[in-house]
């Protein structure tokens, strides 16, 4: 696929990237704010070039979730790009803050600073954040960078990554899709009752959404119960349900 | 003339340094606070990924100028608390460890205190809110005790409000000289319509509701005079000694060897005299339990 067309998917899932709100396991991907948007867009499609020239293959899911593959080896890894303060400074942030309502800090620690973040699709894995002022917003630069770190890390893996299931809908996605198709369609929706009904289920074993009816499993998975929807619903499904 | 340049130079450095230091300081000040959900019952919400965990913002010189200019405004309309959009606020999420962009901020002052709350799309009102953060502590890392003299009641600024006072005091006691007048004939009258079996009070034109109802318009001429009055008084407070809600005062009474400190809650004026009521300021420091009290003449000197 061109790097013309990876940005346009990115576009168009931007705003699919709501569900994010409603989501327990967030999707990786471009969450900054509108002013930062294109100067964003152009840095990745520098790191883009510098991917392809590298012969890497790239990724752009449904929701907008960017996973490049190396091109020797059988490694991906996801690539997010946001305005992230320090983890450090976070944690002492927390710690600190404890029975206090609110704390004052050092102005350096907490800049918003937009950061280049990748993470390899491996279990346990950790993020490693790139700040982007630090390469004087140079997309090739970081590219190279990221993919010589990447090379080095992947030379001690012993075994194979995590399958790559890109556009795969997980029960996770239903349950964020009824949440945010609760709120969006208000109290005439149907979808907005059974978002308040399931806040009360503290577990659910099984979700289905077919075309007409969603189905909640309980936490026996004995008893399912059906819920039955129309024209709206199914439309808001078709805008935010992968593979709906 | 290089020198000499040179000398002013080092002349102004040395001299402007400290101070220009402490505005830094003082202006770089990252706050952090916590965050609480509006409208939820706290067991279980699935919404928990809709709601910050921190919110981070920079206490700037920009957003002080802001801060004072609301409270002048409260003061002046007499309203409770302003309300507005603000951008320059991030809010952080643990969840995704990072802070999200799609939040619409509003920032609240009242005359002690900040906070700042918010909402996401797509909710149509604010779903979560900080505490409230007293305008002194996020200025001041030690607040600053300001000392209340009666000296300054002579600039023309004083003045001018201690006439309105003044006029608005003789008005008071003209009206409150007039209901204490008519009110034993309203008690009397009243007691007689009670004993009576006649129908005294049936008729709206009767004398006896005539008298009533003057006695009703006098007092609430009264009690409007009584709130302007405390406007004005408020107004005192602020313009001519710079005092608003939540500052620390000291004051030493003339006769009196002992300095009276608290943290300013509440005024109230009664004929020239103006009192602040407010929690004590300890030895330590710190704010106490016990209730004090500073009473000032407001007496016009021309």
């Keep these: ?244 | 003339m290089m020198l000499s340049f040179a000398k002013t130079l080092k002349y102004r450095l040395v001299f402007t340094y400290p101070s220009e230091l402490d505005k830094i300081m003082s202006i770089n000040n990252i706050i952090c606070l916590e965050v609480n959900e509006l409208y939820t019952d706290k067991q279980l919400h699935q919404y928990k990924t809709t709601l910050p965990s921190f919110c981070f913002f920079e206490f700037t010189q920009e957003l002080q100028t802001t801060i004072s200019e609301a409270k002048e405004l409260l003061l002046e309309k007499g309203f409770h608390e302003l309300s507005f959009q603000l951008s320059a606020v991030n809010w952080f999420f643990k969840l995704t460890n990072r802070y999200h962009h799609d939040i619409t901020t509003f920032i609240h002052i009242n005359e002690k205190a900040i906070y700042f709350s918010g909402k996401m799309r797509p909710f149509e009102i604010v779903h979560f809110r900080t505490p409230e953060i007293s305008i002194n502590q996020l200025e001041f890392n030690q607040t600053p005790i300001k000392p209340i003299k009666i000296s300054q009641l002579k600039g023309p600024l004083a003045i001018g409000l201690i006439t309105k006072i003044d006029n608005l005091n003789k008005q008071y006691k003209e009206t409150e000289d007039l209901y204490y007048g008519i009110e034993p004939l309203i008690n009397e009258l009243q007691q007689l319509d009670e004993q009576t079996a006649m129908d005294l009070h049936l008729h709206c034109d009767s004398q006896l509701d005539l008298i009533k109802r003057q006695g009703n318009e006098l007092l609430s001429k009264m009690e409007t005079l009584e709130k302007e009055m405390h406007t004005l008084s408020r107004a005192v407070l602020h313009k001519v000694f710079g005092v608003s809600k939540g500052d620390w005062i000291s004051y030493l009474p003339a006769k009196s060897t002992s300095l009276i400190q608290l943290q300013y809650d509440h005024c109230d004026i009664y004929e020239y005299n103006l009192t602040m009521r407010g929690p004590g300021i300890t030895k330590k420091g710190e704010l106490g339990k016990r209730e004090q009290v500073i009473s000032i003449e407001l007496v016009s000197e021309t």
């Design chain 1, 1 to 244: 696929m061109n790097i013309q067309k990876l940005i346009s998917k990115i576009k168009i899932a931007r705003k699919r990237r709501l569900i994010n709100s409603f989501h327990l396991s967030p999707k990786s991907g471009i969450d900054v704010g509108d002013e930062e948007y294109q100067s964003v867009l152009q840095l990745l499609k520098d790191m883009f070039k510098c991917f392809k020239a590298n012969k890497c293959s790239i990724d752009v899911s449904f929701y907008g979730e960017i996973f490049i593959t190396l091109a020797e080896c059988d490694h991906s890894f996801e690539l997010s790009i946001t305005n992230r303060p320090r983890c450090i400074d976070i944690k002492s942030a927390e710690t600190h803050l404890g029975d206090n309502h609110f704390i004052k800090m050092n102005s350096s620690s907490f800049n918003n600073s937009l950061t280049v973040s990748v993470k390899t699709m491996r279990k346990k894995s950790e993020w490693k954040h790139y700040r982007i002022s630090e390469f004087d917003i140079d997309g090739l630069v970081l590219a190279e960078l990221i993919i010589k770190n990447m090379h080095q890390r992947v030379r001690y893996y012993s075994n194979s990554d995590e399958a790559l299931s890109l556009d795969q809908q997980t029960k996770l996605d239903r349950l964020a899709a009824i949440h945010l198709g609760g709120a969006i369609l208000g109290k005439s929706s149907m979808l907005h009752h059974l978002s308040s009904s399931l806040r009360k289920i503290i577990y659910i074993s099984k979700i289905t959404i077919s075309a007409k009816s969603i189905i909640i499993g309980d936490s026996l998975d004995r008893e399912s119960s059906y819920h039955y929807f129309g024209d709206r619903e199914a439309n808001f499904f078709s805008q935010y349900l992968i593979n709906y």
